[in-house]
């Protein structure tokens, strides 16, 4: 499945070594790194429960103006909004 992410330079970089070192795409590297992360939250000595929260908006859809298909506006939406919460 493709997917867009953003990673940090350095973490990429790295990732980027152990590919070209081990002759795998970058995209094996990266399933392998969240295969071992997710074992390790799945662990039973280190599972914890928690509890989903859901929200209800107010009004239900999509913001005029706002276009789900156009990646680039809705990244500079969600940064727009991360700067803009109270912390």
């Given at each position: 499945?493709?997917?867009?992410?953003?990673?940090?330079?350095?973490l990429l970089a790295e990732a980027k070594l152990i590919a070209a070192r081990?002759?795998?795409t970058i995209g094996s590297v990266l399933e392998d790194a969240l295969r071992?992360?997710?074992?390790k939250e799945s662990a039973p000595a280190t599972r914890q429960d928690f509890?989903?929260?859901t929200f209800t908006p107010?009004?239900?859809g999509v913001?005029?103006?706002?276009?789900l298909e156009?990646?680039?506006?809705?990244a500079d939406?969600?940064?727009?909004?991360a700067r803009h919460a109270p912390a």
């Open positions: 499945m493709r997917t867009t992410v953003n990673i940090d330079e350095r081990q002759h795998r071992v992360l997710i074992d509890v989903l929260h107010a009004r239900a913001l005029p103006g706002v276009d156009d990646k680039e506006l809705m939406l969600l940064e727009s909004d």
